[in-house]
């Protein structure tokens, strides 16, 4: 490890034992927040190589530029319906998702008045900041970085990907018939896992769930998941929000089999199971529950209208028809190779998911004819 990892991995270690001295314990969640986004320190905000090749993960919006083509064609129907529409996504990363689709919808000459960019790390804004000015200035010049998701209202798309699974999770113990909370002491410098009774909202929040789990099964939840998805909707006045990441539905995420829980992390395309190594260096997700997601969306508001898996999605929404086997046959076999990565179920076809809702906005959405809702 080089010594500036090591002097960012030391640093926020000793701020995580601080911050657990002051408080006594910290909770799983807590813990996940300081190691992705403590400021300057933490993995989002460290100004680390993240993503990308080069990075830790690739995101299905760094593989190439079908991603945000397909989506494109998909929001370029919604965007024609609503009156100067705003284009908002949630976590842009290096800004590559904004990147593409801005010349995409461009192309097809239905730009959004505005592209509002709502990102929670100083480093990836800067990043992102750097990208976007090599736009030419009618692209650039409707780019926006907002503190916050804006209440005031609007008519629009809201668009996040892999950025649920990047929220700070709870983990939960079931354990004499009541479910137990992972908090995290610290003896000789070294986190120590407890567990200990939930706070009585979050308590109620697993009581709600009525899930079926036997004693000693181990899991994670997003308590916070109806507040952030009201937060980011609160000014939608119309239009649609639509989520990807990765996950299941309820019923199989919180499996029988699946007793320790879908948390990974990623250093280097590799992953592994040990939130409290290389603390700062290494990715920490957890799978999403697209169940709790449709009911949050449902929560704020808005109307689900449909959910499928990403292969299903982009190859519904013609992600064929930028194939085409007369092109010079190395690009026509790089954008194959890219297609296969997004579509296929044993790489990122199956495994993603996307859900959309709607608010005051009953036209169907392209990509969404293959709807799971048995799933959820
Ligand atoms: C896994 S990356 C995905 C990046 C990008 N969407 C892509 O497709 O490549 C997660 C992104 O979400 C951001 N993020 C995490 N929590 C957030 C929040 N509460 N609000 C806004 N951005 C957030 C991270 O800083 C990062 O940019």
């Not at 320190?41 to 090749?53: D, E, H, I, R």
């Not at 959004?112 to 090599?134: F, M």
């Not at 692209?139 to 668009?159: A, T, V, Y």
């Not at 299941?248 to 040990?274: D, E, I, K, S, W």
Request: with cysteine.
């Amino acid at each position: 490890m080089s010594d500036t990892l090591l002097q960012i991995n030391q640093a926020l270690q000793h701020r995580i034992t601080s911050e657990i001295k002051q408080k006594g314990a910290i909770s799983f969640a807590q813990f996940m927040a300081m190691a992705l986004y403590e400021p300057g320190l933490g993995y989002y905000s460290a100004g680390l190589n993240k993503l990308g090749k080069d990075g830790d993960f690739i995101t299905s919006s760094e593989l190439g530029t079908l991603f945000a083509r397909c989506h494109a064609t998909v929001f370029a129907e919604v965007l024609r319906k609503l009156s100067s529409p705003t284009l908002m996504e949630l976590g842009a990363g290096t800004g590559q998702f904004c990147f593409d689709i801005l010349q995409a919808l461009d192309a097809l000459q239905v730009l959004p008045e505005k592209y509002c960019i709502v990102e929670i790390s100083a480093d990836l804004q800067r990043v992102q900041q750097q990208k976007l000015s090599q736009l030419p200035d009618h692209l650039n010049s409707k780019i926006h970085w907002l503190e916050r998701p804006p209440e005031k209202e609007f008519e629009g798309i809201i668009f996040a990907n892999e950025v649920i699974d990047a929220l700070p999770v709870e983990i939960f113990k079931k354990a004499e018939n009541k479910y137990l909370r992972l908090m995290l002491g610290s003896e000789n410098q070294q986190l120590s896992e407890k567990w200990q009774p939930f706070p009585e909202h979050m308590a109620q929040y697993l009581t709600d769930m009525q899930l079926d789990l036997a004693n000693g099964y181990r899991s994670e939840f997003l308590p916070q998941l109806d507040a952030w998805i009201s937060a980011i909707t609160t000014g939608l006045k119309k239009g649609m929000l639509m989520l990807v990441d990765y996950g299941y539905g309820r019923r199989t995420y919180y499996h029988p089999q699946r007793n320790t829980g879908t948390l990974v992390c990623q250093r280097r395309h590799q992953a592994n199971f040990n939130p409290y190594q290389d603390i700062g260096l290494q990715d920490i997700t957890a799978f999403v529950d697209f169940t709790a997601v449709a009911e949050s969306m449902e929560l704020a508001g808005l109307n689900v209208t449909g959910y499928t898996t990403q292969g299903d999605f982009l190859l519904d929404a013609g992600i064929n028809q930028w194939l085409n086997p007369a092109d010079e046959y190395s690009s026509y076999y790089k954008l194959v190779s890219e297609m296969k990565q997004l579509v296929l179920p044993e790489e990122m076809g199956e495994k993603f998911k996307t859900i959309v809702a709607v608010k005051n906005f009953n036209y169907p959405i392209k990509g969404y004819s293959n709807s799971r809702w048995k799933e959820l």
